[in-house]
């Protein structure tokens, strides 16, 4: 059975992004009480409290967590950069470090809430060509598996004992501009704007996607599903090719053009063009969640059409 979120407290770590904007938003109007900890205060102001942390320290912000009804964590680095060897390193220690220092909060306060929401990803199963994977398909080999496996298992230690875990292995979440920006899609429009969103390398490479409103359903499901525990993909039904997703986005966007680009203009554009890891672009992966399916959840958006409609109607 699921609880209304009404009257009820959610803390939210690393939430000062666009998922995190999104998820308070979200909660907020479903009449919780949020509150986000993270390095810098919310570009976005709201109905939520921001209380100030570093991610690898105790502080007073662990008093938030006390008596509150529900824990999401959020925090880490983005990977949306060049890697360099300490790019890398802060990928890594931010999630890992992030994650322990929540569960050694919980160990500090007399009532620590019920449940804990954590994020996780879905390039956790590396950039298998053609395969569909699902929550019992085995991670993949290089940085962004590691960085995930090394992620779950910060969690599966800090996570309480009494404690219902929750873990998201969440794909590329498409949204609205909030004023923490929109995701991955912030790269992509302008590309798309200026007749580039086309064929990137072989074009086959998988995009798996969801919609910010079934993100945030599936978070809020989360934390208010008792029955709802261990891991979970969180990715639309869906997922489609990059020729086809970029296809659509020019489809909404009212672009014609969609220059096709070569694998080594994408790594030389990436790197000193828009200063990012090429392979985002190069690499994919076709995810579904067998979990969600076998339990009737049911996607607002389940096409990457509907999707992209609604974000732009």
């Not at 939210?12 to 949020?34: K, P, Q, T, W």
């Not at 991610?55 to 967590?65: A, F, I, S, V």
């Not at 096709?260 to 030389?268: C, D, I, L, N, Q």
Request: charged fraction near 20%; charge should be positive; glycine fraction near 10%.
């Amino acid at each position: 059975m699921a609880t209304n979120p009404e009257s009820l407290k959610f803390v939210i770590a690393g939430g000062s992004g666009f998922l995190g904007m999104s998820l308070a938003r979200y909660l907020s109007d479903r009449g919780a009480s949020v509150v986000i900890l993270s390095r810098s205060k919310p570009a976005v102001t709201g109905p939520w409290k921001h209380r100030r942390w570093d991610g690898r320290t105790l502080g007073e912000w662990k008093q938030e967590l006390n008596a509150a009804d529900g824990l999401v964590n959020l925090a880490g680095r983005s990977v949306d950069c060049i890697k360099t060897p300490d790019h890398q390193d802060e990928i890594l220690r931010s999630r890992v470090e992030s994650t322990r220092i929540l569960g050694a909060a919980l160990r500090n306060i007399d009532s620590p809430p019920p449940v804990w929401v954590q994020m996780s990803t879905a390039h956790i199963y590396g950039d298998p060509p053609t395969e569909l994977c699902d929550e019992e398909s085995p991670p993949g080999y290089g940085l962004a598996p590691f960085v995930g496996r090394a992620w779950e298992e910060a969690f599966s230690e800090s996570v309480l004992p009494e404690q219902r875990g929750v873990v998201l292995r969440t794909s590329f979440v498409v949204g609205r501009d909030i004023g923490a920006g929109m995701g991955a899609l912030n790269k992509l429009l302008p590309m798309v704007r200026l007749g580039l969103g086309g064929r990137i390398g072989s074009g086959t490479q998988g995009m798996s996607w969801i919609h910010e409103t079934d993100m945030n359903r599936l978070f809020e499901r989360g934390l208010t599903n008792a029955q709802m525990r261990g891991i979970y993909v969180a990715s639309a039904p869906n997922p489609v090719s990059q020729v086809e997703f970029m296809r659509e986005l020019r489809r909404v966007t009212g672009m014609p053009i969609g220059l096709p680009a070569s694998s080594w203009m994408v790594r030389f554009g990436a790197r000193f063009l828009l200063r990012t890891d090429p392979e985002l672009a190069l690499y994919g992966r076709y995810v579904h969640s067998k979990r969600l399916s076998e339990e009737c959840f049911e996607f607002c958006h389940p096409t990457i059409r509907n999707a992209l409609q609604d974000l732009w109607k």
